[in-house]
Structure formats: structure tokens, C-alpha cells
């Protein structure tokens, strides 16, 4: 099992602010990384594949880096709407998977 | 458009069985895979399993080898998930998603399906 670490564990900002959530691998991963958004009440959402690639229908705001056991999801200004929780998870020894325990963005 | 839609909620006493669907539409099922990942109350999401809509091969998670059962219907595009010997630890949300071929990642998600132990 590859345990994915994700800080901090709530991130309290303003709309208009940048959002930096980090998700560490206990091992390395190489770039098989994603991204989940999700609401309360409602199913995760895929933001990110592969470390840096958006999802089909992603705003341009959204944005993912990272390679190896490091990875960062950047929001550039924060919405109303992006207010939840985001998860990470890996896939690289697909066809098993594991998700990060996730990073929930707050108004400020 | 696709859409994955999963059966309705489920109470069930310890020690039992729960089997939820999920039916498919909007895209050719067999192309695809299928993952369950289930979140309990105010918990994280956990990785349960996937299953080849293909050709039925499944991987599940390690620590629900044993007690789970994945399987598919082609002939209705429907997915299901069987979950043995329920413990109260296993209330949670269910969740259905279709996995584009190789990807290893979800794209579109089903509604959940809440399933309730106790006794």
C-alpha cells in the first residue's frame, strides 16, 4: 500500500486568493497522480490526471505539478465554488489505487 | 450523455450481504472499467476495487480480499458490487465510476448508494 499525505488538513482562505494543497506519497509514484474535488452531498469530480493534465471541462484556474512522491494542486483565485474538499490519488501500481485523506478549502 | 446509476439505499443487519448495481448508459460499457470507492460518514474516500467491463478482470483492495465480489452484465451495461459478512464499519456511501482503458483514474461518478449497518 502506497499512504498518500496530505496537507494541510484544512486551508482557510478569501474568494480571489491562491490555493496551494500538497499531497506526498510514501513512495515514489512517478507522475501517476490525480486530483478530486468534492462537495458535500455530492460524488468527487476529477480535476487532474497524471500529475498536471485537467480534466475535460476543468477551469483554467486549476493546475497540478509535482513527480516522484511530491505533487501540488494550485488554485490561481479562488471561486465561491471551489470551497470543498480535494482529494489525491495514485495509480501507479494500477490496477490497485489508493487516495490521500484530503484537504478541505474553508471561507476565510 | 453518460450516466451511471446506482441502486437505492440499503439497511442491513451485521453478518449480512448487501449487492449494489450500477447501470451504465452513454457510452459503450465494454470499452471501459469500473471502480468502487465508498466514504463513510464524515470520512475520506477508500479505494475498493475495480473490475474490466471487458472481460471481467477484477484487482480489489487488500484489505477486503475475501469479502467482496465485483462483477458485470453486458447484456444491461449494469455493474454490481457484493460486500459479505457487513460490519457496522461498513456504513458508508458507495460510489460507482467509470475508468477510461488504462487510465487507473475515474471520470464520471455515479449518484452513491448509502448502505447502513446495524442492528
Known amino acids: 500500500e502506497i499512504v498518500l499525505t496530505q496537507s494541510p488538513a484544512t486551508l482557510s482562505l478569501s474568494p480571489g486568493e491562491r490555493a496551494t494543497l500538497s499531497c506526498r506519497a510514501s513512495?515514489?509514484?512517478?507522475?501517476?497522480l490525480a486530483w478530486y474535488q468534492q462537495k458535500p452531498g455530492q460524488a468527487p469530480r476529477l480535476l487532474i490526471y497524471d500529475a498536471s493534465n485537467r480534466a475535460t471541462g476543468i477551469p483554467a484556474r486549476f493546475s497540478g505539478s509535482g513527480s516522484g512522491t511530491d505533487f501540488t494542486l494550485t488554485i490561481s483565485s479562488l471561486e465561491p465554488e471551489d470551497f470543498a474538499v480535494y482529494y489525491c490519488q495514485q495509480r501507479s501500481n494500477w490496477p490497485s489505487s489508493d487516495f490521500g485523506g484530503g484537504t478541505k478549502v474553508e471561507i476565510k | 450523455q453518460v450516466q451511471l446509476v446506482q441502486s437505492g439505499a440499503e439497511v442491513k443487519k451485521p453478518g449480512a450481504s448487501v449487492k449494489v448495481s450500477c447501470k451504465a448508459s452513454?457510452?459503450?460499457?465494454?470499452?471501459?472499467?469500473i471502480s468502487w470507492v465508498r466514504q463513510a460518514p464524515g470520512q475520506g474516500l477508500e479505494w475498493m476495487g475495480w473490475?474490466?467491463?471487458?472481460?471481467?478482470?477484477?484487482n480489489y483492495a487488500q484489505k477486503l480480499q475475501g469479502r467482496v465480489t465485483m462483477t458485470t452484465d453486458t447484456s444491461t451495461s449494469t455493474a454490481y458490487m457484493e460486500l459479505r459478512s457487513l460490519r457496522s464499519d461498513d456504513t458508508a456511501v458507495y460510489y460507482c465510476a467509470r475508468d477510461p482503458p488504462g487510465s487507473g483514474w475515474q471520470d464520471y461518478w455515479g449518484q452513491g448508494t448509502l448502505v447502513t449497518v446495524s442492528s
Open positions: 473490475i474490466s467491463a471487458y472481460n471481467g478482470n477484477t
Open positions: 513512495q515514489s509514484v512517478s507522475s501517476y
Open positions: 452513454g457510452y459503450t460499457f465494454t470499452s471501459y472499467g
